[in-house]
Nanobody, 115 residues
Framework: QVQFVESGGGLVQPGGSLRLSCQAS????????MDWYRQAPGKQRELVAR???????YYRDSVKGRFTISRDNAKSMIYLQMNSLKSDDTAVYYC?????????WGQGTQVTVSS
């Protein structure tokens, strides 16, 4: 069964950094594009970043230049390096496979940016 376990979230001041990790299992990781999503209180879940099998990437405009997605196929893991964090980045962050996500969402990891 497809499974995702997110970690690395926490409380950080504006301008700070966090590195999120996602452990994936239950599918052929190296053949799948991988995504980071986030969901803020009262808002819909939104795609934050995507990494394709060959390593090319996509970012939504609001995080471009601040976030970096990467993958480690040997460990079936993806990462999200988050720099210059803003209050608007506060959300629960989730990983999933693409292009069409699995219904097996993980618990996510909470990121709170506040002074």
């Amino acid at each position: 069964q497809v499974q995702f376990v997110e970690s690395g979230g926490g409380l950080v001041q504006p301008g700070g950094s966090l590195r999120l990790s996602c452990q994936a299992s239950g599918f052929t990781f190296s053949s799948s594009m991988m995504d980071w999503y986030r969901q803020a209180p009262g808002k819909q879940r939104e795609l934050v970043a995507r990494i394709f099998t060959a390593g090319s990437t996509y970012y939504r405009d609001s995080v471009k230049g601040r976030f970096t997605i990467s993958r480690d196929n040997a460990k079936s893991m993806i990462y999200l390096q988050m720099n210059s964090l803003k209050s608007d980045d506060t959300a629960v962050y989730y990983c999933n496979k693409g292009p069409m996500f699995s219904s097996s969402w993980g618990q996510g990891t909470q990121v709170t940016v506040s002074s």
